[in-house]
């Protein structure tokens, strides 16, 4: 066990233990909240809470585990296995291991182990090691370069892609574009290239619009339009259709104001019909703070989500090598792409996308996936160049 000692050891030393502190604050908060939100069960009403509380622990292990580790050389010396790591995890579901979850096959489920896996959130780590190194690499080669961008492009698209095609599940593959466009933006790719690609998905939208405007997330950006614009003629569909469950989340959230109906007190929260307040401990945990803690339980949660980002930001400005800064500012794109849409949606201004709250949101793989993310981060920090040596980096 002297490994385990040496990587405490190592921890403590030179670990990013605030970077820490704020993932156990925010979780620890988060615990609360699920804690609450899983009160009007019948049966069961602790599960959730201990299986986050273990995945927490876990996750605070993983953490620590992953701050004594090079990253960098790690991916270089196996970037060929992340790869088919991340298309085989992935094609799981696709298996007998496969479970169907809120109409999306994304899980899977290992017999004797307490909790599902999604493996399109464990392999969003891997995928930000190898997608940062791959950008290092172009850079050398000239990144803006027609066969570096298609090389990124097909990267990202394969992952995104593969997502979509094996478990429809677009919120998540939505995450790997945006790290596609962070990651590729922090690497240097020009300007031009995102204003071509604007101009073609609008196009493609144009043109496929006849045969896509039917389908069901197609659906639920439209219900999302309709409500913003006040259209009229579309109020059933906002308020009993695709949009009641953002209906009610709103509904929660501004019946809360400023300090909230009081903890354990919320009634949509604890209400005992399960679709009075949809997905209260996942996508809704927002909306049940914006209930029982109010527009300050809110604040609380912004700040803390947005502490965590800018220390990323801060490590990846501090990193030693162009992978690891890329890496970290990935992670930071991460924890805000999601937090942004998993918000927008309970304030019925972004659509539903199936996304956990980072850090807040029940899940056992999204817990130890976010602390390990962290880990990573914490590891980038504890190789990053001495003030003395940040001028020089270029010399």
Same mark, same amino acid.
Not at 31 to 43: F, M, V
């Given at each position: 066990?002297?490994?385990? *000692?040496?990587?405490?050891? $190592?921890?403590?030393?030179?670990? $990013?233990?605030?970077?820490?502190?704020?993932?156990?604050c925010?979780?620890?908060?988060?615990?609360?909240?699920?804690?609450?939100?899983?009160?009007?069960?019948?049966?069961?009403q !602790?599960?959730?809470?201990?299986?986050q509380?273990?995945?927490?622990?876990?996750? %605070?292990?993983?953490?620590?585990?992953?701050?004594?580790?090079?990253?960098?050389?790690?991916? +270089?010396?196996?970037?060929?296995?992340?790869?088919?790591? /991340?298309?085989?995890?992935?094609?799981?579901?696709?298996?007998?291991l496969?479970? +169907? !979850?809120?109409? /999306?096959?994304?899980?899977?489920?290992? &017999?004797?182990?307490?909790? !599902?896996?999604?493996?399109?959130?464990?392999?969003?780590?891997?995928f930000?090691?190898?997608?940062?190194?791959?950008?290092?690499?172009?850079?050398?080669?000239?990144?803006? *370069?027609?066969?570096?961008?298609?090389?990124?492009?097909?990267?990202?698209?394969?992952?995104?892609?593969?997502?979509?095609?094996?478990?429809?599940?677009?919120?998540?593959?939505?995450?790997?574009?945006?790290?596609?466009?962070?990651?590729?933006?922090?690497?240097?790719?020009?300007?031009?290239?995102?204003?071509?690609?604007?101009?073609?998905?609008?196009?493609?939208?144009?043109?496929?619009?006849?045969?896509? *405007? $039917?389908?069901?997330?197609?659906?639920?950006?439209?219900?999302?339009?309709?409500?913003?614009?006040?259209?009229?003629?579309?109020?059933?569909?906002?308020?009993?259709?695709?949009?009641?469950?953002?209906?009610?989340?709103?509904?929660?959230?501004?019946?809360?104001?400023?300090? =909230?109906?009081?903890?354990?007190?919320?009634?949509?929260?604890?209400? &005992?019909?399960?679709?009075s307040?949809?997905?209260?401990?996942?996508?809704?945990?927002?909306?049940?703070? =914006?209930?029982e803690?109010?527009?300050?339980?809110?604040?609380?949660?912004?700040?803390?989500?947005?502490?965590? #980002?800018?220390?990323?930001?801060?490590?990846?400005k501090?990193?030693?090598?162009?992978?690891?800064? #890329?890496?970290?500012?990935?992670?930071?794109?991460?924890?805000?792409?999601?937090?942004v849409?998993? #918000?927008?949606?309970? %304030?019925?201004?972004?659509?539903?996308?199936?996304?956990?709250?980072?850090?807040?949101?029940?899940?056992?793989?999204?817990?130890?996936?976010?602390?390990?993310?962290?880990?990573?981060?914490?590891?980038?920090?504890?190789?990053?160049?001495?003030?003395?040596?940040?001028?020089?980096? /270029?010399?």
């Amino acid at each position: 066990m002297s490994w385990l *000692k040496d990587s405490l050891v $190592d921890f403590w030393q030179r670990g $990013d233990k605030l970077l820490l502190s704020l993932c156990l604050c925010a979780s620890g908060y988060g615990l609360i909240l699920i804690y609450s939100a899983t009160r009007y069960l019948t049966k069961d009403q !602790n599960r959730s809470v201990i299986i986050q509380a273990v995945g927490i622990l876990l996750g %605070i292990g993983v953490y620590i585990l992953l701050s004594s580790v090079d990253v960098e050389l790690l991916t +270089e010396k196996s970037w060929k296995l992340m790869f088919l790591f /991340n298309l085989g995890f992935n094609l799981l579901v696709r298996t007998p291991l496969g479970v +169907e !979850n809120g109409g /999306n096959r994304n899980w899977i489920r290992i &017999p004797g182990f307490p909790m !599902n896996i999604q493996p399109a959130e464990i392999t969003k780590l891997t995928f930000i090691l190898l997608f940062a190194y791959q950008c290092a690499k172009l850079q050398k080669k000239g990144i803006s *370069k027609i066969p570096s961008v298609a090389q990124l492009v097909c990267h990202a698209g394969l992952m995104a892609g593969l997502i979509v095609v094996v478990s429809g599940d677009f919120g998540t593959a939505l995450v790997y574009l945006f790290l596609f466009l962070v990651m590729t933006w922090c690497s240097g790719v020009k300007l031009r290239w995102y204003v071509l690609a604007t101009a073609v998905c609008v196009v493609g939208i144009v043109v496929a619009w006849p045969h896509i *405007k $039917d389908m069901y997330f197609i659906e639920r950006i439209t219900v999302v339009i309709d409500h913003i614009t006040g259209n009229q003629e579309t109020l059933f569909a906002q308020t009993q259709g695709r949009g009641w469950q953002q209906t009610r989340s709103i509904l929660a959230i501004g019946s809360g104001g400023l300090w =909230g109906q009081g903890y354990m007190q919320g009634i949509q929260t604890q209400s &005992p019909y399960e679709n009075s307040l949809n997905a209260r401990s996942t996508d809704e945990i927002f909306a049940v703070c =914006g209930e029982e803690l109010g527009l300050v339980g809110c604040m609380v949660i912004i700040l803390l989500l947005a502490a965590i #980002i800018i220390r990323c930001i801060w490590v990846a400005k501090q990193a030693s090598s162009p992978m690891t800064a #890329i890496a970290a500012a990935g992670y930071a794109g991460m924890i805000l792409f999601q937090s942004v849409l998993n #918000i927008g949606m309970c %304030i019925y201004v972004l659509p539903i996308v199936g996304l956990p709250l980072p850090f807040f949101s029940y899940g056992g793989s999204s817990i130890i996936t976010m602390f390990a993310a962290m880990g990573v981060v914490s590891s980038v920090k504890t190789r990053s160049l001495p003030s003395w040596l940040k001028d020089r980096r /270029n010399l």
